[in-house]
Each structure stands twice: as structure tokens, then as C-alpha cells.
């Protein structure tokens, strides 16, 4: 196994360290974050879920973004009413529809918390991206950080009524930002920008999924202004009896090393479990695949992995190096952020 070393005092940020976004509402996860060097900080974009106080054994309270007015409504149901099946923690779906959901039990936005050494982090008392639109109404999530000449632009889902889509916005100063719009629709998440041109075109790996056939994979696509993306590409699968055997998602922006471009991805096995490895990518083509993980290099290990609102998940959306250390921020079972730090090189050496 590779040497990679979990901070020791993980999980690095939880609930507790989260402000509501409002008085009504409770903070229940605070993971999947995005991690960016800007100054002297690192800057974690992270996903915060958040639900009403307001909910009992009888009846689930549903936050929803009314897209119209931008303003929090409601949906109540009773969780004794047999159309509906509340199993999932995550979601609430109708009785023998397998595959969609109706509602998320939470609804998330994106917090910004900030450090000076990468391990002691500081969250910020207001929401940064707070969902708005009606593509947004059921929440904002899972946002990557990527910067490009100063200016750093931020992948999220918007997940709504209509799907899940992936939305841009950018900031300069982590003070405000500018939302783009959507740039990969239905259904389509994990989505991460390279962080310069290649041969003229910016470069965006993405994970559509189909609801007629077609496994959860691995997209790259161009762009030649970060808006409008196109000639779509596949560039990894799912192996079978592998780790990575059901679904793969691009985790951290790719990060340009002397052997190529790595990507961290999370990969999901048969029982469930969300692990993370490594993609080798060709430096001039993106979409040739020169190296893979035959083994996870991190896996829900620890108690704090193997348990939480959805357990055994390991998912990582931001990387940064500090002094030939990469420090990998990854979300733990939809729950808080962990840290893990490995050097660059033995994760390259890894890939054989
Ligand atoms: C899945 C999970 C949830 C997430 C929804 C919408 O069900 O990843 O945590 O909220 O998708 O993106």
C-alpha cells in the first residue's frame, strides 16, 4: 500500500465549526471540499448540508430554494405515507422507483474555510455560493477550485427538480463571487477543469450518467472560453472486480507533474464503498490514460470513514502542494473533511 498518511487528529473540520446558514436550520455535514492556494492561505470550498430543526419521527421538513423569488420554502411529508421511501439518508424517493429521487433531506451551499498552515482551518460565518435559481432549488454541491491566471473558477453541482447540472462561477478574492450559469446539463457532476490550456483549449473532465444504458465514467471535454464545452470524450471505465467497479468521478483538478497530469478520482466498488486512486493522463492529450491505481490509495478505513450519514465514503475534491507534500482534502461519508498528505512522487511511483 502507498505511504499515504491521514492527518492524525481527522476529521480537520465538522459540523461544530459550522455556523447555520439560518436560524431555522441545523448544520449536518460539512465535506467534499475543494481546496485552493491563494496568498498565503489554502482556501477549502466546502459543501454544507444543512436541514430544518424543525422535523420529528412523524414528519420530514424538506428545505427547497423557491427559484422565482430566491427565497426558502418548505416541503412537508409524512414519513408514515407509504408512496414514499425515506431508506436512503440522503434522499427521499418514490416506493419502486430505484433510481431517482423527489427531494434531497438536505439541502447544501458552499462555505468557504481558510488556514494558514493547511491543517487549522477557520470557516467563514455566511454561505459563499447559496442556492438561488431554479436549478439550484434543491441545493449546491460538491464544488473543485481551479486557477487559472489568477482568477479561480469553481465547478458545483445545482441539483433541482430538473436534475443535476454542473454550474461555474469564479472569484478573484474569495470575498464575492460571479456565477456563469450551467455548463454540463442532466445528469452530469464531478466535473474538474484543468488548470491551463492544452494546445489552445482549456480541458474539463466530467461524469454524465445516462438513465437509459451506459455505465458511470469518466468525460473529457473542450472548451475554448470555459462556457461552452464540447467534443465529448471517454476517458476512463469502470473495471470490473476492481475497487472502481460501479462508478468513477474525477475527484481533485488534475495537477501537472513531470510525468503527466494526475488525477485523483474516487472510484465506488460492488458493496458501495467510495475509495480514492489515481489517474496518469498524458500531458499534451489528456484523454490517453498512461497510468491507473490497481489498488485504492485511500479506502473508508478509519471509525470516522466507515460510519456517518452515508458511510464508508472517501471523496476527494481539492489537492494543494506544500513543499513537494501533497495535501489531499476529502469529504468522509457526507459527513466532515479529513486530510491526507503523501508525496507527489511516491503517488507517481505507485503508478507503474
Ligand atoms: C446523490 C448523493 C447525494 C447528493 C445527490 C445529488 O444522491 O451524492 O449526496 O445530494 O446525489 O447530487
Redesign the pocket.
Known amino acids: 500500500m502507498m505511504n499515504i498518511k491521514r492527518y492524525e487528529f481527522n476529521p480537520i473540520i465538522t459540523c461544530g465549526d459550522v455556523n447555520p446558514s439560518s436560524r431555522d436550520f441545523e448544520v449536518i455535514g460539512t465535506f467534499n471540499p475543494g481546496a485552493a492556494k491563494y496568498k498565503d492561505e489554502i482556501i477549502l470550498a466546502m459543501r454544507v448540508a444543512e436541514r430544518f430543526k424543525e422535523n420529528d419521527s412523524e414528519r420530514i421538513k424538506i428545505p427547497v430554494v423557491d427559484g422565482q423569488s430566491a427565497s426558502l420554502k418548505s416541503v412537508d411529508l409524512d414519513r408514515g405515507d407509504d408512496r414514499y421511501d425515506f431508506s436512503d439518508s440522503?434522499?427521499v424517493k418514490e416506493k419502486g422507483n430505484l433510481y431517482e429521487?423527489l427531494y434531497?433531506t438536505s439541502m447544501s451551499h458552499v462555505r468557504l474555510a481558510r488556514s494558514s498552515d493547511g491543517v487549522n482551518f477557520k470557516v467563514d460565518d455566511k454561505p459563499f455560493i447559496y442556492p438561488e435559481n431554479e436549478y439550484e432549488s434543491f441545493g449546491v454541491?460538491d464544488p473543485r477550485i481551479t486557477e487559472i491566471d489568477g482568477r479561480y473558477y469553481i465547478t458545483y453541482?445545482s441539483?433541482s427538480k430538473y436534475g443535476?447540472v454542473t454550474s461555474l462561477a469564479v472569484t478573484s478574492d474569495f470575498k464575492s463571487c460571479k456565477k456563469l450559469g450551467n455548463i454540463f446539463s442532466t445528469e452530469n457532476?464531478d466535473v474538474v477543469i484543468f488548470p491551463e490550456k492544452i494546445n489552445g483549449k482549456y480541458f474539463a473532465l466530467n461524469r454524465p450518467v445516462s438513465k437509459s444504458t451506459g455505465d458511470p465514467v469518466i468525460w473529457i471535454s473542450e472548451s475554448y472560453n470555459l462556457l461552452h464545452w464540447g467534443n465529448h470524450k471517454v476517458v476512463a471505465h469502470t473495471r470490473k472486480g476492481h475497487w472502481d467497479s460501479q462508478k468513477i468521478g474525477a475527484g481533485a483538478p488534475p495537477i501537472k507533474t513531470d510525468r503527466g497530469w494526475l488525477e485523483l478520482y474516487h472510484g465506488v466498488d460492488d458493496d458501495g464503498h467510495y475509495s480514492m486512486g489515481a489517474l496518469l493522463l498524458d500531458i499534451d492529450c489528456p484523454s490517453k490514460i498512461i497510468a491507473r491505481s490497481e489498488q485504492p490509495l485511500l479506502a473508508p478505513q478509519k471509525d470516522y470513514e466507515t460510519m456517518g450519514f452515508?458511510s464508508n465514503v472517501v471523496f476527494p475534491c481539492g489537492a494543494v502542494e506544500k513543499q513537494g507534500e501533497l495535501y489531499v482534502y476529502y469529504g468522509i461519508s457526507?459527513n466532515s473533511v479529513g486530510l491526507a498528505t503523501a508525496n507527489t512522487e511516491d503517488i507517481l511511483k505507485s503508478l507503474a
Do not use: M, N
Open positions: 440522503r434522499v429521487f434531497l454541491e453541482s441539483v443535476v457532476k452515508f457526507d
